[in-house]
C-alpha cells in the first residue's frame, strides 16, 4: 500500500520559513516524479513545483519562485519542500505527490499524479 505522508506544517510569522518534509512508503520511490501542491480556502489546487526522479527540480509556480525549493533524498524515500520568506498568501493545505508516468511538461498537472498525501497545515500570519 503506497503512503505519502506530510510533516512540517504550522503556524508561522510573515518573512519565516518552515521546512516539510514527505515520506513515502510502499512504492519504488526513485522510480516517481514528487510534486508539490496546495491548496487555500476557498481555492483550487494549486501546483508548486515538482521534481525529478533524480532530484532535479522542474520548475516553480511564479508565486513561489525564489523563495521555495525541492530536495528529495531517494535513500531515505524522502521529499521536502524548503519554504523560506513566507507570505500570509502562502497560506494553505500542502500536499506531496507521486507520479510515475510524469515527464517534463506533465509535471504541474495534478491530475497526473498517482497518489497524494494527506496534507500538512501551513499559515502564516501577517
Known amino acids: 500500500q503506497v503512503q505519502l505522508v506530510e510533516s512540517g506544517g504550522g503556524m508561522v510569522q510573515a518573512g519565516g520559513s518552515l521546512r516539510l518534509s514527505c515520506a513515502a512508503s510502499g512504492l519504488t520511490f526513485n522510480d516517481y516524479v514528487m510534486g508539490w501542491f496546495r491548496r487555500a480556502p476557498g481555492m483550487e489546487r494549486e501546483f508548486i513545483t515538482a521534481i525529478s526522479r533524480s532530484g532535479v527540480a522542474y520548475g516553480y509556480a511564479d508565486s513561489v519562485k525564489g523563495r521555495f525549493s525541492s530536495s528529495r533524498d531517494n535513500a531515505k524515500n524522502m521529499v521536502y519542500l524548503h519554504m523560506n520568506s513566507l507570505k500570509p498568501e502562502d497560506t494553505a493545505v500542502y500536499y506531496c505527490?507521486?507520479?510515475?508516468?510524469?515527464?517534463?511538461?506533465?509535471?504541474?498537472?495534478?491530475?497526473?499524479?498517482?497518489?497524494w498525501g494527506q496534507g500538512t497545515q501551513v499559515t502564516v500570519s501577517s
Open positions: 505527490a507521486a507520479g510515475e508516468n510524469i515527464y517534463y511538461g506533465d509535471h504541474r498537472r495534478d491530475m497526473t499524479y498517482d497518489y
